[in-house]
């Protein structure tokens, strides 16, 4: 089973659609989790962190379930320019070097 | 300016060649890492530097090597580069007092033939 595993996709979806990822890890000990954006050919760059229970950023929410290992990103209203390649980021547990697991991604592209 | 620069962006080669790519930071991150990213398989770590007396391994290491020649610069070289060293490769910094968050450069797509 690999540390981090998402759905590759691609989500095709209308303008104004509610679209959610999920993202499973394996080891139950890890800390903390982000979900990143990258835009095709570019860098990925972070959207959001997941500390606890999960957090909201307008049309965006990040939850963890502990219990079932996953993370999920929920996005509303989408828009077009939330087309790009959403990774799922875990942070080891304490104790370990630092150093971010990624999943593969997975892509989302919204049409008109 | 972008905070971390990479050079060179793009660069064909062939194979055999001795290749090293440039990163540098102006966020006085004391954290930097190098990745390279294939296409369905995510981000993997080749090195990582937690300041300048620090350099790591990470997953997939071999046939590089890294120069962390000041806080502010990471380099890595490929001393003979081979085609499945093909990837787009990104450097990343980051610090622990800000939460730990990764700051990437641009990226450097390597062709190698």
């Known amino acids: 089973r690999k540390e981090v595993e998402q759905d590759p996709g691609p989500f095709n979806v209308p303008e104004g659609a509610t679209v959610a990822f999920n993202c499973t890890y394996s080891n139950s000990a890890s800390q903390s989790f982000f979900w990143y954006r990258q835009d095709c050919r570019k860098e990925p760059k972070l959207l959001m962190s997941v500390y606890s229970s999960g957090n909201e950023d307008g049309r965006f929410t990040a939850q963890l379930n502990r219990a079932s290992q996953y993370i999920s990103l929920l996005i509303r209203d989408s828009k077009l320019s939330d087309s790009a390649t959403y990774l799922c980021v875990v942070n080891p547990p304490p104790g370990s070097s630092y150093k971010l697991i990624f999943g593969s991604g997975t892509r989302l592209l919204v049409r008109p | 300016d972008a905070d971390v620069t990479q050079t060179p962006r793009n660069r064909i080669t062939k194979t055999g060649k001795r290749i090293m790519l440039e990163c540098s930071q102006t966020?006085?991150?004391?954290?930097m890492y190098w990745y390279r990213q294939d296409p369905g398989l995510g981000l993997q770590l080749i090195y990582y530097?937690?300041?300048?007396?620090?350099?790591n391994k990470g997953e997939i290491s071999d046939g590089y090597s890294v120069s962390r020649q000041a806080q502010a610069k990471f380099s890595l070289s490929l001393e003979s580069a081979i085609p499945n060293q093909t990837a787009l490769y990104f450097c990343a910094t980051s610090d622990l007092q800000e939460g730990g968050e990764l700051f990437f450069g641009e990226g450097s797509r390597l062709t190698v033939l």
């Open positions: 966020k006085g991150h004391d954290r």
């Open positions: 530097s937690f300041d300048v007396k620090d350099i």
